[in-house]
């Protein structure tokens, strides 16, 4: 039997860049069959809005400025997408993972599979929640998850070929832990203004775990808590 190689990575309190840095070494290291999964949790240190790749959204000049005005950063990555904002009170989650020899690449599958170890965590808290759209919400999704029709967990995935080989999947969640809604969609709406897109987001088709459980645990305990629903969906094996 070929033992499984994983890794997981805590970070409370760290820049966006760093930590994509970090995600992009965790991938090459699957994708080079030195890993075959890891799990990577994080806070931002700074309130930080991530643009996506493409012409479409552009720091410019203009943009950090007004950000700045609002006490916010402004990075732009590779991947596509849409806006999302980084704060202190937003839980990350990449999960990593090299697919089984022989097992073809579902996007629904990926998905059900990704929102099942999710909801299991806010199952700990006594809160139930339902994966659909949020329309208003910002980066809006159909594999969002949603506490009685409001977004609390946005999603996407991407899949890059393994070397020698199958296949790798990047799934990613953005958890909305002790956050104002109002906080987020503000830098959200001003990019949008200034792209002069006509889209806005709305602060209250969002929640925050915090506002639905009496419990306040802590960023380490959230994030113990996170692992240990990662490792229960793990399948069991036998020598």
Same mark, same amino acid.
């Given at each position: 039997?070929?033992?499984?190689? /994983?890794?997981?990575?805590?970070?409370?309190?760290?820049?966006?860049?760093?930590?994509?840095?970090?995600?992009?070494?965790?991938?090459? =290291? +699957?994708?080079?069959?030195?890993?075959?999964?890891?799990?990577?949790?994080?806070?931002?240190?700074d309130n930080t809005l991530v643009l996506p790749a493409g012409n479409k959204w552009q720091q410019s000049a203009g943009l950090r400025q007004a950000l700045n005005a609002l006490g916010w950063q402004v990075f732009a990555r590779? =991947?596509?997408?849409?806006?999302?904002?980084?704060?202190?009170?937003? +839980?990350? *989650?990449?999960?990593?993972? /090299?697919?089984?020899?022989?097992?073809?690449y579902s996007i629904p599958a990926a998905y059900r599979s990704f929102c099942h170890i999710l909801s299991e965590f806010f199952n700990q808290f006594g809160v139930a929640v339902q994966s659909h759209a949020t329309p208003g919400s910002y980066c809006d999704g159909d594999y969002n998850l949603n506490i009685a029709g409001k977004k609390v967990v946005g999603t996407a995935q991407r899949v890059v070929l393994k070397k020698g080989g199958g296949k790798v999947?990047?799934?990613? /969640?953005? +958890?909305?832990i002790d956050v104002d809604p109002q906080q987020l969609?503000?830098?959200?709406?001003?990019c949008y203004q200034l792209h002069q897109q006509t889209e806005r987001?709305?602060?209250? *088709?969002? =929640?925050?775990?915090?506002?639905?459980?009496?419990?306040?645990p802590t960023t380490a305990e959230l994030y113990q808590s996170l692992f240990q629903c990662f490792a229960a969906a793990q399948p069991t094996t036998t020598a």
């Open positions: 039997m070929t033992k499984m190689k /994983a890794k997981v990575l805590r970070y409370d309190a760290i820049d966006v860049e760093t930590v994509f840095e970090k995600e992009s070494a965790l991938l090459d =290291t +699957i994708v080079n069959g030195q890993l075959n999964q890891a799990l990577l949790l994080w806070q931002s240190r590779k =991947t596509g997408g849409a806006p999302v904002p980084q704060t202190q009170g937003v +839980i990350n *989650v990449s999960y990593l993972y /090299a697919l089984p020899a022989g097992q073809d999947v990047l799934a990613q /969640a953005c +958890i909305l969609v503000t830098p959200v709406n001003t987001v709305r602060a209250q *088709v969002h =929640t925050s775990l915090f506002e639905h459980c009496t419990q306040r």
